[in-house]
Every structure is written in C-alpha cells, then in structure tokens.
C-alpha cells in the first residue's frame, strides 16, 4: 500500500518553514525522504528506523511515530536550493533493505 | 565516474520492439535495485539485486520483463514486446548492502524510454 503525502504542494518565501507528512496504513520498519529535481536523480535526504535511530544530513531533521505510522519531514529557514518533489519511502525491513514503497511526492517551491 | 551510471538517457522505440537498459552501479555497491517512475508520480520498486541474484523481482509487471546481473556489477533490464504504458522513467540505484551505510539509495539519472 502506499504511504499517503500531505500536502501535494507548498509554496514558501525563502526563510520560511514547512512540515511534509507521510502515513502508512501497514506497520513501518522505515522510513525514507529523497528530494528530487526536475528531471535528475532523487537525492537522499534521511532515514529513520524503527526504534528512533535516525541517519541523514546534517541540516535535515524529521519525526517518526511507529504508532501512527507516521513520519514528518521539517523544513526550517528555506532556501531556494529546497525546491523540488520530496517523496517519502516505507520500507519493510529484511533483506530488502533498499526495497521502499514511495508516495506520490510533495511539490516544493521556494520563492525569493 | 563515482555515480551510477545509465544508458541510454533517452529511448524512443515502437510498440512490439524489445529494448535494453544499462545501469553501472556505484563501485563497491553489491545491492542494486531498479525502479520505474511514471509521469507525476513516486519510484515504484521492480527488482532487487545482491550479487548476482535477483533477491527480489516481485516489482516486475509481467513476464515481458527481466533483469539480469552476470558479473554482480553492470546489470540489464530487459523488456519485451514493449506497450505504450511501459513508457516511464527507468532508475536504477545502489547502495551498501543490509544496514552498511546510512542506508542511502544512490539512484542514477534514469533511462526515459517512450513507447511510441
């Protein structure tokens, strides 16, 4: 099943923050945000696993809540290099580590 | 160079013709999985790979596709009989295998194929 994003688009002035949230109706081993420009490659920006260990950048942060199966994606002070389609992706543990069930992605655009 | 690599970058071809996808993965990366986003829409799983196995080919639509990895480093994805709703953007990505990492996928830029 795929994880549902909100809101499917955000327009923000540069400095501004915004909250992506990605749920899932079936339990999470993990959960993972790419950002992707137009016509590149999707770039990594976090996991988070089950059990509250987190790995990403730096200057990212994000929540998980294994109860609601749920997580959210914290944009603080945005620059114009934010905007982009940022998907999150579920993933089911095991072997597959990498095997992820992405949403449809939320449209980030930054404005000066 | 030090990212995933694909070819083509673009393949336009007919209804019926079989085509191929290359992917060279990051060197060092034993896991490669291959995805295939449509227009408007997130990376949708098709096959993974460790080593030389398919570990995982429960993404693939039907049996018109297939993916191999002889040598455990370049792999292939192998459509037959192409229809117009194969056209998408084909990805491909590696990473560490298990946990080694931070678990990142390191995706290429994609083949676009068009099914005309």
């Known amino acids: 099943q795929q994880p549902v994003q909100s809101p499917q688009a955000v327009i923000l002035r540069e400095g501004e923050d915004a909250v992506i949230n990605c749920s899932s109706s079936?339990?999470?081993?993990?959960v993972h945000w790419y950002r992707q420009k137009h016509g590149e490659a999707p770039v990594f920006l976090m996991i988070?696993?089950?059990?509250?260990e987190q790995k990403g950048h730096e200057k990212i942060s994000a929540s998980f809540n294994e109860k609601k199966q749920q997580s959210s994606l914290y944009l603080t002070a945005s620059q114009l290099s934010y905007s982009g389609t940022y998907f999150c992706?579920?993933?089911?543990?095991?072997?597959?580590?990498?095997?992820?069930?992405f949403g449809q992605g939320t449209i980030l655009t930054v404005h000066p | 160079g030090a990212g995933v690599s694909q070819t083509p970058s673009n393949k336009v071809t007919e209804k019926g013709k079989y085509v191929e996808l290359r992917c060279d993965p990051i060197?060092?990366?034993?896991?490669l999985y291959w995805y295939r986003q449509s227009l408007g829409q997130g990376p949708e799983f098709l096959i993974y790979?460790?080593?030389?196995?398919?570990?995982?080919d429960s993404g693939l639509p039907n049996d018109r596709f297939f993916a191999v990895r002889p040598e455990g480093s370049v792999s292939t994805l192998k459509i037959q009989r192409t229809e117009r709703g194969d056209s998408a953007v084909y990805l491909c990505?590696?990473?560490?295998?298990?946990?080694?990492?931070?678990?990142?996928?390191?995706f290429g830029e994609g083949s676009r194929l068009t099914v005309l």
């Open positions: 790979f460790q080593g030389t196995g398919a570990a995982d």
């Open positions: 060197s060092g990366h034993t896991a």
């Open positions: 079936k339990a999470l081993y993990s």
């Open positions: 990505a590696s990473s560490l295998p298990g946990t080694g990492g931070t678990g990142e996928l390191f």
């Open positions: 992706g579920t993933g089911a543990g095991g072997t597959s580590y990498g095997k992820l069930t």
């Open positions: 988070l696993l089950k059990g509250g």
